[in-house]
């Protein structure tokens, strides 16, 4: 004797709790990747920052304008770099030396899904000989 499987509607139903079960799952791990890419994305621009303002330093040895080309070399992070999250040392960059620009900046997540978590503190830093 053969018994045949009907697909009838007992088995959509199994679906649907199976789909409803499993969606919570899939959507924290997409947001998961999303947050990761942007802060990802934020520790790129950032470090590309200091590089950029220790470049700056190393050529004009002005920290003022260091802190102002490291600022606008990262135009995508919101909220903005300020100056209060870059420290450029030495303030005289001579001959010899090098300049050392680092940033410390927080991110802040978008989904708001991962406060739960510590914050998250970002470092970039760029060295680089004085005099160009």
């Known amino acids: ?3 045949r499987h009907s697909t ?3 088995e959509r139903g199994a679906a649907a709790v199976e789909f409803a079960l499993v969606l919570p799952v899939l959507l924290v791990l997409l947001l998961g990747i999303v947050e990761f890419g942007r802060v990802f994305n934020v520790q790129v621009s950032v470090t590309n920052a200091a590089r950029e ?9 002005d920290p003022a304008l260091a802190r102002a080309a ?3 070399a990262a135009p995508s992070v919101n ?5 209060g999250n870059i420290t450029v040392t030495p303030s005289d960059c001579d001959g ?3 300049a050392r620009v680092t940033i410390d900046y ?10 739960f978590l510590p914050p998250i503190n970002l470092t970039g830093t760029g060295v680089m000989l004085c005099g160009g």
Request: aromatic share 6%; with cysteine.
């Open 53 to 61: 303002g220790a470049r700056v330093m190393a050529i004009e040895n």
């Open 1 to 3: 004797m053969c018994r």
């Open 8 to 10: 009838g509607q007992g």
């Open 106 to 115: 927080p991110v802040d997540l978008l989904t708001g899904w991962f406060d």
């Open 79 to 83: 909220p903005a770099i300020g100056a």
């Open 70 to 72: 490291a600022t606008a």
């Open 96 to 98: 010899g030396g090098t």
